[in-house]
């Protein structure tokens, strides 16, 4: 879908409420041409924490969106809100019902034109988000297209998010991925580290998703910025 | 959304696979002027059945589609497919799982510019398909509106289903969800016993559903087609 508001992000960086990240990180950050901040995390997230990262990263002027995934971190004043929806879990509160318990409790107060479900395929059993929604992310290549199938074209969700959270994904996977998915914009997350990842990801995803790099090695974060650009335009010619 | 197979459908007759429909009778329903045939029900339909159904119906010009409720009826054939989510269920089987195995089947082979996911929400306790599905039926109207907001606006499903299988609903409550809803093409079914409950419904909803008088009172099932019409010309004015 080209006329969602996230349709032209290419690079975005994530940053998690419950890390530490210095002023000048900060800075660095959200002046570095990237398309859009996501924050968001799987532990840890509180109103407080959440609130404290919007308006620090509020003083540049780059886009900055919420991932709702706990109840407790919906803030407003966010630019938009992606809603995680876990398509390889078999249970029904990262399915469905999370989800319709946070439209009971603030549904009256969602800016629907800036809030997007997002279909998530967690494909890294060792992480925190695969363990908390109980997801069966060991999924082969065959496995895997029923999902892309459910996000894409029965749901016709406008976000499919591969998500290999803290670990590099398989690329010939997301190849094909990518080769199956007809509407949906095709986020990658997962164990960028620096260009050279930055730029595998962004031949086959449309937004690649930079986020533990930013804690632990600042400027190799900064370049995939680059490198993500440096691609898409690329695939532009 | 005004671009699907059946954004222009009032009047749709529903039958059963399972339950017997003279030549005669059948004739009449696919000579009625209804917009379309909805092939599906809530138990009993196999395959053969289904088939059986289709090839009958074929014999007319009339649109024919399959409501794909088990895997066992998923045939080949029809004009359309729809895939129903029960929103109201706690139930991971209802709400993604069923589906995402019929995917996991028959995947390579979905006719996807024709199918649709619609979302339900069954309203009838007694009915067997808020039996089968495990539907949390006894919704108010402040409980339904978060179901309508999931399918309408956040998962924008094309179609939202009021289902009221069996029984005649409150015409009040379908009135309040057809006020909220925004994108998706709104179906009501249940009760419509004859061209007043027709009329009736057909102020509320897009479209209008006829089951069950089908096998007990064809006259008044018959009439319930002009009765529709009736009404959506009248809201043309």
Known sequence: ??????????????????????????????????????????????????????????????????????????????????????????????????????????????????????????????STAAQVSGADASLSTQEVLPYVWMADRLLRLPLLYIEYSGTFGDMNLLRRIASEVEQARLFYGGGIDGAERASEAAQYAHTVVVGNIVYSNIEAALTTVQAVKSIKSAQLL
Chains 1, 2 share one sequence.
Not at 29 to 58: F, P, Q
Not at 95 to 106: A, F, P, S
């Open 1 to 126: 879908m080209d006329n969602e508001w996230f349709s032209q992000w290419e690079h975005v960086f994530k940053l998690d409420p419950d890390r530490a990240l210095s002023d000048e990180q900060l800075e660095l950050i959200c002046m570095s041409g990237t398309d859009a901040i996501i924050v968001g995390g799987s532990s840890g997230v509180t109103y407080e924490n959440t609130v404290d990262l919007l308006s620090r990263i509020r003083r540049y002027s780059v886009d900055c969106v919420l991932e709702v995934s706990t109840m407790d971190g919906a803030v407003p004043g966010f630019d938009g809100y992606f809603v995680p929806f876990v398509l390889n879990t078999r249970r029904a509160d990262y399915l469905m019902l999370n989800q319709l318990e946070g439209l009971q409790t603030y549904g009256h107060f969602v800016p629907w034109q800036m809030t997007a479900a997002s279909g998530y395929i967690v494909l890294n059993e060792e």
